[in-house]
């Protein structure tokens, strides 16, 4: 069983240039969340998915966020007009609906806006 | 809202001893689960333990083991014959069953493990 794989692993981009990040989960996991992580701090919850259904996106961290899965298995996180501050590591992790809830995570894509 | 604290930024351990991290957590709710999970370098988060505050047992997994005190809020990570490979950020993390009403992992800052040889 594979785990979840994220591509890219690292993006360098432009202020202001959009960028869209893609998550593997584990085959049988239905749910999927993406996480942000910055430098010396412990990931931060942005959003997550029951199968294709976005059950929760709050926490998205401004309108330029957004996040889909389409069929219910791979997600794509975009970030449209890029900042600064956006530079980060964005994680994605997955999980079983019932029974075991731990979460796996990916290697993460390590974003960095110049 | 839940809160997690770790409160030992960094610490060091030689090889082959045991060292204790430290991890407190706020929350009214009386079900829930608490993990470790290990960060290594340049590499992904990987589960260390995981412990349902339903369960009086400690869980232990080889190496590591918790101590979970659930009257006082607290969820510690003992690792015993420390090696090299256990240098690592471990970040403690709270969830509500089921993900609760948002789904999600709420973690420490972390504590920065450095095994010296």
């Known amino acids: 069983d594979t785990g979840v794989s994220q591509d890219p692993r690292h993006k360098i981009t432009k202020r202001g240039q959009n960028v869209t990040f893609r998550c593997d989960p584990i085959s049988e996991h239905n749910r999927l969340y993406w996480y942000r992580q910055t430098l010396g701090q412990g990931p931060e919850f942005l959003t997550y998915?029951?199968?294709?259904?976005?059950?929760?996106k709050s926490r998205l961290l401004s309108d330029r966020f957004s996040a889909e899965r389409p069929k219910g298995s791979f997600s794509t996180l975009e970030i449209q007009r890029t900042e600064q501050g956006d530079s980060a590591m964005y994680l994605c992790?997955?999980?079983?609906?019932?029974?075991?809830?731990?979460?796996?995570f990916g290697p993460g894509t390590r974003l960095l806006v110049l | 809202a839940q809160t997690v604290t770790q409160s030992q930024p960094e610490m060091s351990v030689q090889e082959a001893e045991t060292v204790t991290l430290s991890c407190t957590y706020d929350t009214s709710e009386s079900n829930y689960y608490l993990f470790w999970y290990k960060q290594p370098p340049s590499r992904q988060m990987i589960l260390v333990i995981r412990q349902e505050a339903y369960k009086q047992q400690n869980a232990t997994e080889n190496r590591f083991s918790v101590n979970f005190q659930k009257a006082a809020k607290s969820f510690s990570l003992k690792i015993s014959d420390s090696q090299l490979g256990d240098t690592a950020m471990y970040f403690c993390?709270?969830?509500?069953?089921?993900?609760?009403?948002?789904?999600?992992?709420?973690f420490g800052k972390g504590t920065k493990l450095s095994v010296k040889p």
């Open positions: 998915f029951q199968n294709e259904a976005q059950l929760e």
């Open positions: 992790a997955s999980s079983l609906s019932a029974g075991d809830e731990t979460q796996y």
């Open positions: 993390a709270f969830m509500m069953p089921d993900g609760g009403s948002q789904g999600n992992l709420i």
